[in-house]
Each structure stands twice: as C-alpha cells, then as structure tokens.
C-alpha cells in the first residue's frame, strides 16, 4: 500500500512564506512526476507545480516566480517552497505522485493540508 503524506501547511498573513512537504511511503519501486495541485473554496482542484524524477518542472502561471518545487529521490519527498503568499493563495494543497509498483503503475493522492493566508 502507498500513502502519500503531506505537512507543513498553516496560517500564515500575506507577503510570509511556507513550505510544504509530502512524503511516500509503501511498496515503492519507483516514483515518476511529483506534484501540487490545490482547492480553493468553491473552485475546482487545480495544478501548482509538478516535477519528474529527473527534476524538470513546470508551474501554474499563478506561482511562477513565487513557488518551487523541489524533490528528493533517496527519501521519496516532493517540497513546494512558497513565497510571497496572497489571500488568493488560500486552499486546501495535495500532492501527488505517480507510482510504479510491483503490481501496479498509478497516480497516489495526499490527504491535503490546509494552507490560509491573511491579509
């Protein structure tokens, strides 16, 4: 069983920073793209960063210049360092990672954790 587990997430007033962590655990043989995605209040999941296991990334125009995305392959983690953080910035954050198994090769979701930036 893979389980995806993310923290660092938090109360935070606009213009601060944070980071967030996601660690997988389980029956891992590999691990491909890393991601963040997030949900706003009333509004659909939707992509923040991703990063494939050889670290090449790709951001939402949202969190160009603001975000990174980080990965470390020897312990399985995915990071999303976030700076500059705005009100709109308020959701609940997953991560997401497609893994290769023994037996099965798919896409593992995070329990999320809440990000909520002031003003």
């Known amino acids: 069983q893979v389980q995806l ?6 109360s935070v007033q606009a213009a601060g920073s944070l980071r967030l962590s996601c660690a997988a655990s389980g029956n891992i043989f590999r ?3 890393m991601g963040w995605y997030r949900q706003g209040p009333g509004k659909p999941r939707e992509l923040v960063a991703s990063i494939t296991e050889g670290s090449s990334t790709n951001y939402a125009e949202s969190a160009k210049g603001r975000f990174t995305i980080s990965r470390d392959n020897a312990k399985k983690k995915v990071y999303l360092q976030m700076n500059s953080l705005t009100p709109e910035d308020t959701a609940v954050y997953y991560c997401n990672a497609f893994v290769v198994t023994g037996a099965t090769s798919r896409d593992y979701w995070g329990q999320g954790t809440q990000v909520t930036v002031s003003s």
């Open 31 to 33: 691990i491909n793209d």
């Open 5 to 10: 587990v993310e923290s660092g997430g938090g």
